[in-house]
């Protein structure tokens, strides 16, 4: 731990070792996410005796690989755009096997005719000459604003409530790294973090096909469309936080490569790890001093006791399934019921025989999106509102087995697509044929620009929203947990009595994608959660 940031070994080394009995753990964690596992490591190196309990066979929830046909793999998450820099030091992760990414993956902004657009984290090709000069400008100015915001995302935000210094110090510290950016462009952010981002694409480009790429990473995950007057914009300053400038890479192993090194890490650090062990409930004590989290029962019926319960399950399974109703206010029942967590991703899997030839490019390296202009998403974001799929998909698309060659036999290779606006809840209900429809309009609209693709395919998967709410157990089937939105995040996020990672209930926290700051792969929440407990 020697490389980790001051203040991580500083809170580390001063936080007290408990007096424990051998016949409990100082913390139980409730899931094996990457933020699970980067709490645990956290809390674990600071002397407490961890376990984590995971219901799925492996580790890392929506990062884990799964074998979707013999001998090809692929995961939700199919590559990575920015695991905190500071959790990759602290937990030293490249002593357990991590390798990140040498090469960024571009995103290329896909055309039928070949005349593509290729994005960058510091250049953009494909488009005239004023675009160009206009992306880059626009490029430092957005760096800029997520640079101001960047030490927030790894902090807890303040309560509402009238708070003490901690709390007075963060809203200052914000203040002021807004106020550095000069009245100028301290008016700018204001505005600009609170556009549509349609609105804010037009203000720079004529370019359709930029504006549409340049607005995905705004969208990816989230149910917002490029007219959504919310938070789209704060979403791309949130993934543009680290060095990275947002830029996605696939490190060795795949997503799966990071997960592993997190496992290695946090059994190094003498963390406890037991898989395929769901929990049915989280255990309540109630006396006359009021009411305490002690421990987990599992599945079977084990109790296992704890001085806290720490869970990176989503807020509703969190509240509603293991911890009860009869134990919260009803008022903060209800906020967490309404929290919105539907999903809106679906994903197509491909196993191919050989590469496929995309009209246009070299070689399908890159995030290659079908989105030929913001309408595209627009109108398949309408869609999704009446519970009915586009009937021209928008989409990302990734090839994970040209970096990582473990993902598919020898010669052959894996396409992985994120379907954006597929509804958790489809018109006429999810059934395989409704999913074999929807998967093979989906290949018809790749095959718009690789025409050869149906020769290649060996097997096709297609996964609803409704399939990660069941096979991951993340309600709503919600990348995030609970939608990344102006009234579900920062202090609010997933809701005030919540959004500190502790609860109303003594010796509960919380530290999955549900808190601030959200989701994606960035152990962010893992991390700020093990700070708070600490403290």
């Known amino acids: 731990m020697k490389n980790a940031p001051l203040s991580l070994i500083a809170l580390v080394n001063s936080s007290p070792r408990e007096t424990r009995s051998l016949d409990r753990y100082d913390s139980i964690i409730v899931g094996a996410g990457h933020n699970g596992l980067a709490c645990a490591s956290l809390l674990a190196r600071a002397g407490q005796k961890v376990l984590v ?77 004023v675009d160009a000069k206009a992306y880059r400008d626009y490029s430092r100015q957005m760096a800029r604003y997520a640079d101001a915001l960047k ?46 981002a349609r609105d804010l694409m037009e203000e720079h480009f004529s370019s359709e096909i930029l504006k549409a790429t340049l607005s995905w990473d705004g969208l990816l995950g989230s149910r917002m469309a490029p007219r959504s007057p919310n938070s789209s914009v704060l979403l791309m300053l949130y993934r ?41 409930g989280i255990r309540i004590d109630a006396d006359e001093q009021g ?28 509240f509603v399934e293991l911890v009860g109703v009869e134990y919260l206010d009803i008022g903060f029942t209800n906020r967490i019921r309404r929290l919105r967590c539907d999903g809106l991703v679906g994903k197509l899997h491909l196993a191919l025989d050989g590469l496929p030839e995309f009209t246009g490019l070299k070689a399908p390296e890159g995030r290659l999106l079908i989105a030929p202009d913001v309408d595209a998403i627009e109108f398949a974001y309408d869609d999704s509102k009446y519970g009915r799929c586009s009937e021209k998909p928008v989409m990302e698309i990734v090839l994970p087995s040209l970096a990582d ?24 209900g999810w059934s395989e044929t409704a999913k074999q429809a929807f998967a093979e309009r989906c290949i018809d609209r790749i095959a718009r620009y690789a025409p050869a693709i149906r020769d290649l395919i060996v097997h096709q998967e297609f996964l609803t929203p409704a399939d990660l709410d069941d096979e991951y157990r993340v309600t709503g089937g919600h990348w995030h947990h609970t939608e990344f939105a102006m009234d579900q995040m920062l202090m609010m996020r997933p809701t005030y ?39």
């Open 53 to 129: 309990v995971e219901a799925a066979d492996e580790p890392g929830g929506l990062a884990a690989t799964r074998e979707f046909h013999p001998g090809y793999k692929a995961s939700v998450a199919h590559s990575i755009g920015r695991f905190s820099e500071a959790l990759l030091e602290a937990l030293d992760l490249s002593a357990h096997g991590y390798q990140p990414a040498v090469r960024e993956l571009p995103l290329v902004g896909l055309d039928e005719s070949g005349s593509h657009v290729t994005i960058r984290s510091d250049s953009v090709t494909g488009v005239d000459n």
């Open 151 to 196: 030490p927030f995302w790894s902090k807890t935000m303040p309560r509402i409530a009238p708070g003490g210094l901690r709390d007075m110090l963060t809203f200052a510290h914000m203040g002021w790294a807004i106020r550095r950016l000069g009245k100028a462009d301290m008016e700018e952010f204001m505005r600009v973090a609170s556009l549509p």
């Open 240 to 280: 543009m936080a680290e060095a990275s400038r947002g830029a996605h890479g696939i490190p060795s192993g795949g997503a799966n490569g990071l997960i592993a090194a997190l496992v290695r890490s946090a059994e190094a650090s003498g963390v406890e790890i037991r898989c395929g062990t769901p929990v049915s």
């Open 291 to 318: 009411l305490n989290a002690v421990g987990v029962t599992t599945a079977e019926g084990e109790q296992i006791a704890a001085a806290r319960v720490v869970s990176a399950a989503d807020p509703q399974r969190t």
């Open 405 to 428: 060659a473990s993902l598919a036999p020898a010669g052959h290779h894996v396409l992985s697509a994120h379907v954006m606006y597929v509804p958790r809840r489809l018109k006429d």
């Open 497 to 535: 009595e919540a959004a500190q990672y502790s609860t109303p209930i003594p010796n509960l926290f919380l530290c999955g994608a549900g808190c601030h700051p959200g989701g994606d792969l960035t152990g962010l929440t893992g991390h700020n959660a093990a700070r708070a407990i600490l403290r």
